[in-house]
């Protein structure tokens, strides 16, 4: 996983989604807790999961983004 410095300034990484989560399951189960899909843009699980965008994050919440 690379290396960034999020827009909080603090280190955290980026990756593509897919390699972040393990199986679209364990993805759901995190979008079902903390509607990870929404905060990156997507109106569902499913379609954030099947475009499997770039994604930038780190221990501060506010910091998950996709990548452009």
Known sequence: MKTVTCKSGTKGWQNKLQNIYSTYEEFLCYCETYNIHQRLGFKSAENCWKQ???V???VIPSDLEVVR
Do not use: A, I, K
Request: aromatic share 0%; hydrophobic share 15%.
């Open 52 to 54: 499997n965008p770039l």
């Open 56 to 58: 930038r994050g780190s």
